[in-house]
Nanobody
């Protein structure tokens, strides 16, 4: 069974870059047709898809976050990473990583989520 685990700092200062890593076990991030996404949920709000990296290494971003978001991967560690630049308190959220077996399929595995607070 695939397991995903988010890691990274819980507190980031405004204007800095938020960096989170999702470590995958029980499956490979290069498995054909799989997509690996980052999603967040601000307090009191719904889930927001931020972007994804495909099994091929191609990346896809939410138009509203594209200018500040970068997703990359380290296949040797079976990890993928989110970087969100120029953060503000509005970026405070629980951040999740998930996997889906194709672009059109819903997520089949989720990490437990990690709280990130943007504050000085």
């Amino acid at each position: 069974q695939v397991q995903l685990q988010e890691s990274g700092p819980g507190l980031v200062k405004p204007s800095q870059t938020l960096s989170l890593t999702c470590t995958v076990s029980g499956g490979s991030i290069t498995t054909n047709y799989y997509y690996w996404s980052w999603i967040r949920q601000p307090p009191g709000k719904g889930l927001e898809w931020m972007g994804a990296i495909a099994y091929s290494g191609s990346t896809y971003y939410s138009p509203s976050l594209k200018s500040r978001t970068s997703i990359s991967r380290d296949t040797s560690k079976n990890q993928f990473t989110l970087q969100l630049s120029s953060v503000t308190p509005e970026d405070t959220a629980v951040y999740y990583c998930d996997s889906s077996r194709s672009w059109s399929d819903p997520a089949d595995y989720w990490g437990q989520g990690t709280q990130v607070t943007v504050s000085s």
